[in-house]
């Protein structure tokens, strides 16, 4: 079974700019997560879909969105990017029932310069 | 509020000596943990879990023991090999039914396997 595949690998944008990253879920998985990784702050959760629906959102501004499509496949944007939006984005689905793992993908490594 | 810690952030083990990694969480109403590695340039790898209605699960080479008394997490890794170096992450989840559950993470604990 494929994993969970994040694209692209990474990129390098400008203060002002906005970006969008994808998600491919592992098949049949309907919980898509983002996460935003950085060295001091750790692993910082975005957003939660499942089924087309936001279901959980954490602490960041509305710069920050998310969709997911009928497929799984998810994508989120960031808006208006700043310097300290650079890091790693990772995705991570499961089936969405909270009492199983989250399968992460390898992440989107975003540099804002 | 609600955190997951880590006790050690670097740990340094020879090879063929087991590792033991731990982690403190605060929320006595999680009921699900899970242990993830993270090699450089990738994401999170599920390594094992458990739920709080057990006290420890085994794996291969890997051992879980979760102590609700004192919220204590612990990951042990036996016969530690220098593929095993990355950091880990313990997870908990916390909040009951679909959609209200959250996943929360700690810091991670670096482990270096010395030659």
């Known amino acids: 079974k494929a994993g969970v595949t994040q694209t692209p690998r990474y990129l390098i944008k400008t203060r002002g700019q906005q970006v969008t990253l994808s998600c491919s879920p592992i098949s049949g998985h309907r919980s898509v997560s983002w996460y935003q990784q950085t060295p001091g702050q750790g692993l910082q959760f975005l957003f939660e879909?499942?089924?087309?629906?936001?279901?959980n959102k954490g602490n960041f501004p509305g710069r920050f969105s998310g969709r997911q499509f009928s497929n799984s496949r998810s994508e989120m944007n960031v808006s208006t990017l700043e310097l300290g939006d650079s890091a790693l984005y990772l995705c991570a689905s499961s089936p969405g029932g909270g009492d199983s793992p989250l399968h992460f993908g390898n992440g989107t490594r975003l540099t804002v310069t | 509020g609600e955190s997951v810690g880590l006790h050690l952030p670097t740990l340094s083990v020879q090879e063929g000596d087991n590792s033991i990694i731990n982690c403190a969480y605060s929320n006595s109403a999680s009921d699900y943990f899970i242990w993830y590695k993270q090699e450089s340039g990738k994401g999170p790898q599920f390594i094992i879990d458990?739920?709080?209605?057990?006290d420890k699960r085994q794996g291969q080479r890997v051992t879980v023991l979760l102590n609700k008394t004192v919220k204590h997490l612990s990951l042990q890794i036996a016969a530690t090999q220098p593929g095993d170096s990355a950091v880990y992450f313990c997870a908990e989840t916390t909040g009951k039914g679909a959609g209200t559950y959250k996943y929360i993470f700690g810091t991670g604990t670096r482990l270096k396997v010395l030659a």
């Open positions: 879909y499942f089924s087309e629906t936001q279901r």
């Open positions: 458990i739920r709080s209605n057990m």
